[in-house]
């Protein structure tokens, strides 16, 4: 059964840090593509990093330059780091995994991620 469980969430202020982790079980992780989702309230859900299973990076405008997506094909882990997070980066995010050039079919819980001024 294809699990994603995600960590590293929690409260931080302003200008801080925080890695998110997305551990996968179930499938064969380096044939999928990947991506981190954040959901505020009142907000639609949007993509804020893409990484295909080829490699290359995707990042919203808004995070572009703060935050960095990376994976380890041996742990099966996917992991977002933000940098100089900001409050209005205060979300729900959510790790997503599927198949190359098809919609993401594996979503992790979400991890509420608090930026405090």
């Known amino acids: 059964q294809v699990q994603l469980v995600e960590s590293g969430g929690g409260l931080v202020q302003a200008g801080g840090s925080l890695r998110l982790s997305c551990a996968a079980s179930?499938?064969?992780?380096?044939?999928?593509?990947m991506g981190w989702f954040r959901q505020a309230p009142g907000k639609q859900r949007e993509l804020v990093a893409a990484?295909?299973?080829?490699?290359?990076?995707n990042y919203a405008a808004s995070v572009k330059g703060r935050f960095s997506i990376s994976r380890d094909n041996f742990k099966n882990t996917v992991f977002l780091q933000m940098n100089s997070l900001k409050p209005e980066d205060t979300a729900v995010y959510y790790c997503a995994l599927g198949p190359y050039r098809e919609p993401y079919r594996y979503w992790g819980q979400g991890t509420q991620v608090t930026v405090s001024s």
């Open positions: 179930g499938l064969t992780f380096s044939r999928y593509d």
């Open positions: 990484m295909p299973s080829g490699g290359s990076t």
